[in-house]
């Protein structure tokens, strides 16, 4: 099994890309979206975290979290999200689920990949280029022709906050640096 290292940052800015099971495209289906919104709003009860920037696409998720100063624990927090929604989700759509051995052993649901890409915001200019990148996503797959018709994304708090002119990620306009911003 390979050895995953994760940088720990307390109160650190994260970065994540969070995959569906097989890529499976379940995620902007409205109950999916109530029963993740649901999730993320327990486990930020529980043990408290910014979300700087979101997109929910239909197969992932891509995020920026801050934690809390002396926090840094961001793995805990997406075990509890992922396992809150695919326990209540499984309740609404029973018989969606096809799972392997190995996770059938683990007592695992086939709605999520295990494991996550989480990658530590330095500075400002990654934290401004992940943000784009967040944003800029449902274009990129295609999804809509302009970052302004995604409903499920940040960038509507954005613009509002006059962080980004309405317009923005227009794909004519477009001059982002995306090269080290892994999916």
Not at 29 to 58: G, H, T, Y
Request: glycine letters at 4%; charged letters at 25%.
């Amino acid at each position: 099994m390979p050895n995953y290292r994760r940088i720990l940052m307390p109160g650190g800015t994260y970065f994540f890309t969070v995959v569906t099971y097989n890529r499976r495209p379940m995620l902007i289906d409205e109950m999916a979206r109530e029963v993740l919104r649901e999730a993320i709003s327990l486990v930020r009860n529980n043990q408290p975290f910014k979300i700087d920037a979101f997109c929910l696409l239909p197969d992932h998720i891509h995020t920026i979290w801050t934690l809390p100063e002396g926090d840094f624990n961001y793995s805990q927090r997406w075990r509890a999200i992922k396992g809150n929604f695919s326990r209540r989700y499984r309740e609404q759509v029973e018989g969606f689920l096809v799972s392997n051995r190995s996770r059938q052993t683990r007592r695992e649901l086939a709605f999520w990949q295990r494991r996550f890409w989480e990658h530590h915001i330095r500075d400002e200019c990654d934290f401004i280029r992940h943000c784009d990148y967040i944003h800029f996503n449902p274009v990129k797959h295609g999804l809509v022709d302009c970052v302004l018709d995604w409903p499920w994304s940040s960038f509507h708090r954005y613009v509002r906050q006059g962080v980004y002119p309405m317009d923005w990620g227009r794909p004519d306009q477009v001059e982002m640096d995306m090269g080290t911003v892994a999916e």
